[in-house]
């Protein structure tokens, strides 16, 4: 089944500065990449997507781009506020169910 | 966007009780729900699918029997955690996906925080 992979575990920013996070999927027949911003306590909130017959996508300060071939997908927030920091989760959907990652806390610094 | 609601927001109860989480789509109908659990600086687990009219798919380790998903109809599912115990205490999440719209976007409720005493 799918598996997928994101890192860093834990991003450290200073704000103002650009923050990336990357994700590698093993599925070849995903077609569908949410990211989704949770902060603490409360429900993940979808902030951008990419489907696979995009390369890239981009929503103001947040891109997302896809390379199907190596079988990755990154996010790219630039200009990073304090509202920024929150814990990003990317996902693959596979086989009618969203595949998640396991999480990276993003923290900007003042 | 549209909006998934998640009754009630906080829960607290002793152990051995009973627990029944509801998970309502206010302005679509979502064939399909989604149950996960998010323990501290985790990421979410599925825990089960759940098809209106139908019964859910377990993912492996979730025990049917004591979490018993019920999607009666095409706005509400719940999931009732039976003789709960300290280790259930989790932070519970339900997601719905609009039949009418984009095929793989999920909406999500705004949570369920149980504690187990």
């Given at each position: 089944?799918?598996?997928?992979?994101q890192h860093?575990?834990?991003?450290?920013?200073?704000?103002?500065?650009?923050?990336?996070?990357k994700c590698t999927?093993s599925?070849s027949?995903?077609n569908y990449?949410?990211?989704y911003?949770?902060?603490?306590?409360?429900r993940?909130q979808?902030i951008?997507d990419?489907?696979?017959?995009v390369?890239?996508?981009?929503?103001?300060r947040?891109?997302?781009?896809?390379?199907?071939?190596?079988?990755?997908?990154?996010?790219?927030?630039?200009e990073?506020q304090?509202e920024?920091?929150?814990v990003?989760?990317?996902?693959a959907?596979?086989n009618y169910?969203l595949?998640w990652?396991?999480?990276t806390?993003?923290?900007?610094?003042? | 966007?549209a909006?998934?609601?998640?009754h009630p927001?906080?829960?607290?109860?002793?152990?051995?009780?009973s627990?029944k989480?509801?998970?309502?789509?206010?302005d679509?109908?979502?064939t399909t729900m989604?149950w996960?659990?998010?323990?501290?600086?985790?990421?979410?687990?599925?825990?089960?699918?759940s098809?209106?009219?139908s019964?859910?798919?377990?993912e492996q380790g979730?025990e049917k029997d004591?979490f018993?998903i019920n999607?009666a109809?095409?706005?509400l599912?719940t999931?009732?955690v039976t003789?709960?115990?300290?280790e259930?205490s989790?932070f519970?999440?339900?997601?719905?996906?609009d039949?009418s719209?984009?095929v793989?976007?999920?909406?999500?409720g705004?949570?369920?925080?149980l504690?187990v005493?």
């Open positions: 089944g799918e598996n997928v992979e860093p575990s834990t991003l450290s920013v200073q704000e103002g500065d650009s923050a990336v996070i999927y599925d027949a995903s990449f949410p990211w911003k949770q902060e603490l306590g409360k993940p979808l951008i990419i489907r696979s017959n390369g890239e996508k981009k929503d103001q947040i891109a997302v781009t896809l390379n199907k071939t190596a079988k990755h997908f990154s996010l790219h927030i630039t990073t304090p920024d920091s929150a990003y989760f990317c996902a959907y596979s169910q595949i990652g396991a999480g806390k993003l923290i900007i610094k003042p | 966007g909006v998934v609601s998640q927001s906080r829960v607290i109860c002793k152990s051995g009780t627990v989480i509801e998970c309502r789509s206010l679509f109908q979502a989604f996960y659990r998010q323990f501290p600086k985790q990421s979410l687990m599925l825990m089960a699918t098809n209106e009219g019964k859910a798919t377990y979730v004591k018993l999607h109809s095409l706005t599912s999931l009732t003789s709960a115990h300290p259930d989790s519970y999440i339900c997601s719905a996906r039949a719209g984009g793989n976007e999920q909406f999500f705004p949570g369920t925080r504690t005493l």
